[in-house]
Structure formats: structure tokens, C-alpha cells
């Protein structure tokens, strides 16, 4: 029963969170959309901060399952790279109010949230995986390589969520799949063997 009502918190703060800005989320309004007491909320969490922590937990870890069993799915390296580039644009497509909070330094503080940036690491730790095993070249231009991918993924996925490229695809004959996965190929395709 005690993590239904944890649930139902939860539950009601992403339905505010994906209805508006993240200002619209307090503790009294979380309350009354999950129906419960004004007092309920804060028997799980001691604030708004903590419930945006728990959220954005939830979203790293999320994000992992879906890098993982995109990865999974290959043998070649960089088809593993091309396909975690997807799976990261695809998660910010299905989940795109999660995913902006997820990257909300000045939201969610994850130094004071241990839980939350353990599953951020988690996740970073994936491309780290796929691209670390290439022994051809040194640390620095290996860590170089994972922060150049995940830009061109975060990236992609903002200017998709913000709509530039659905205003670009009118140009195109392709779709915003297309677009996506043409993108990271592309960009896969120049990365060193």
C-alpha cells in the first residue's frame, strides 16, 4: 500500500511536469492530483527537489534499459554506436518532459541526490562501454569520441523536441526516423576504427 501512494506521488508529478513547466510542480499541487493528503507527499520525500530526484532517477535508469538492449542487438562496434545514438534520440521522443528535467543541473542538484546520479553514471557508463573497447587510440581521444557522440545524440534529440527539424523535413522526402537515423549513420560513419 505505502508504494502505491509513493507511486501515485510520482505519477501525478510527471502528469504536472509534462502539462507545463516544471514551476507548476509544488508539493500541494502533487498532493491534490494524486488525491491524497497535503502532509502525504512529504512522508517520501522532503521536497520538490527530492520528487524531481526521484523522476530523474527513474529516467536514468530508464534510459540504461534502453541503451543496453540497443547495444545488445549488435556485434559491430559501430553499429553499437549508431544504434545507442538512436535508442538515446527515441527516449527523448517518448519521454521528452523527463528528459529535459533529466539535464536540469539548477532542478535537480545529483550531488545531493546519491541515488539519482549513480543511475546518471549507470548510463553514461553504456557509451562509455562501447567506445571504450577500442584500443586503437588513447584514453583522451576515446573519452574525446564518447562526448562528441553523445553531443551530436543530445543534440539531435533537443532540435527534434524543440521542433527545428520537423520545420526542416518539409524540404525533405523523409521522415523524422529517417532524418534521425541518417544523422547518427552519418556521423558514426567518420568516427576512427
Given at each position: 500500500?505505502?508504494?502505491?501512494?509513493?507511486?501515485?506521488?510520482?505519477?501525478?508529478?510527471?502528469?504536472l511536469?509534462?502539462?507545463?513547466d516544471?514551476?507548476?510542480?509544488?508539493?500541494?499541487?502533487?498532493?491534490?492530483?494524486?488525491?491524497?493528503?497535503?502532509?502525504?507527499p512529504?512522508?517520501?520525500?522532503?521536497?520538490?527537489?527530492?520528487?524531481?530526484?526521484?523522476?530523474?532517477?527513474?529516467?536514468?535508469?530508464?534510459?540504461?534499459?534502453?541503451?543496453?538492449?540497443?547495444?545488445?542487438?549488435?556485434d559491430?562496434?559501430?553499429?553499437?554506436?549508431?544504434?545507442?545514438?538512436?535508442s538515446?534520440?527515441?527516449?527523448?521522443l517518448?519521454?521528452?518532459?523527463?528528459?529535459?528535467?533529466?539535464?536540469?543541473?539548477?532542478?535537480?542538484?545529483?550531488d545531493k541526490?546519491?541515488?539519482?546520479?549513480?543511475?546518471?553514471?549507470?548510463?553514461?557508463?553504456?557509451?562509455?562501454?562501447?567506445?571504450?573497447?577500442?584500443?586503437?587510440?588513447?584514453?583522451?581521444?576515446?573519452?574525446?569520441?564518447?562526448?562528441?557522440?553523445w553531443?551530436?545524440?543530445?543534440?539531435?534529440?533537443?532540435?527534434?523536441?524543440?521542433?527545428?527539424?520537423?520545420?526542416?523535413?518539409?524540404?525533405?522526402?523523409q521522415?523524422?526516423?529517417?532524418?534521425?537515423?541518417?544523422?547518427?549513420k552519418t556521423?558514426?560513419?567518420?568516427?576512427?576504427?
Open positions: 500500500m505505502k508504494e502505491d501512494l509513493k507511486y501515485k506521488i510520482l505519477k501525478a508529478s510527471l502528469d511536469l509534462e502539462e507545463g516544471v514551476s507548476a510542480l509544488s508539493m500541494r499541487e502533487v498532493a491534490r492530483r494524486a488525491g491524497v493528503s497535503h502532509q502525504a512529504y512522508h517520501y520525500f522532503a521536497d520538490r527537489e527530492a520528487i524531481l530526484a526521484e523522476l530523474v532517477r527513474d529516467g536514468f535508469e530508464r534510459l540504461h534499459q534502453d541503451e543496453t538492449s540497443a547495444v545488445d542487438a549488435h559491430d562496434q559501430k553499429d553499437k554506436i549508431a544504434a545507442l545514438g538512436e538515446y534520440v527515441q527516449f527523448a517518448e519521454n521528452p518532459s523527463l528528459f529535459r528535467l533529466m539535464f536540469r543541473c539548477d532542478m535537480v542538484d545529483l541526490h546519491p541515488d539519482a546520479k549513480a543511475a546518471a553514471n549507470k548510463a553514461f557508463d553504456v557509451p562509455i562501454r562501447v567506445m571504450g573497447s577500442n584500443s586503437n587510440v588513447d584514453e583522451a581521444t576515446r573519452f574525446a569520441t564518447v562526448i562528441g557522440c553531443s551530436m545524440a543530445h543534440g539531435l534529440a533537443t532540435l527534434a523536441l524543440e521542433g527545428v527539424l520537423t520545420n526542416k523535413l518539409a524540404d525533405l522526402d521522415s523524422l526516423d529517417d532524418l534521425i537515423r541518417n544523422t547518427v556521423f558514426t560513419a567518420r568516427l576512427p576504427d
